[in-house]
């Protein structure tokens, strides 16, 4: 039996009410987790919500009509397609990952610098 993806998002809270309006109803289903990577998995037992982390819901080929008519129910957006920030809907928790990774960026380019300048001293402080 294939399974069609009938919901992604980003928001926890979001696949959470998903999942339980469809385990009312009685519709299988389950949840894939992806990552930024590519990497596809079973839903965890403690998800974690972070930069780059979406969730699938899939459904059996047959059910696609009757879960998104359950679904259509809930205050979510059934044709969104998450991206890389959509994990949190607090633009300060965004600004603050952003600013976080700046400041690694800055501090690897600095390491890279610092490293680049020895060699270069060394290469001429060489005796032959």
Avoid: C
Wanted: proline fraction near 5%; aromatic fraction near 12%; charged fraction near 20%.
């Amino acid at each position: 039996m294939n399974h069609v993806s009938i919901f992604r998002t980003g928001l926890l809270w979001e696949i959470d009410m998903a999942r339980e309006k469809l385990k009312e109803a009685g519709i299988p289903h389950f949840v894939q987790e992806e990552t930024l990577s590519g990497v596809r998995t079973a839903f965890p037992a403690a998800p974690a919500p972070g930069v780059g982390i979406t969730w699938k819901l899939m459904v059996p080929e047959g059910v696609i009509n009757e879960a998104k008519e359950i679904l259509k129910e809930l205050p979510i957006d059934l044709n969104k397609n998450p991206g890389f920030w959509d994990f949190t809907t607090k633009k300060s928790i965004i600004k603050g990952y952003k600013i976080y990774v700046w400041i690694l960026l800055i501090l690897i380019g600095v390491m890279f610098a610092i490293g680049l300048i020895q060699i270069i001293y060394e290469l001429f402080t060489l005796e032959f």
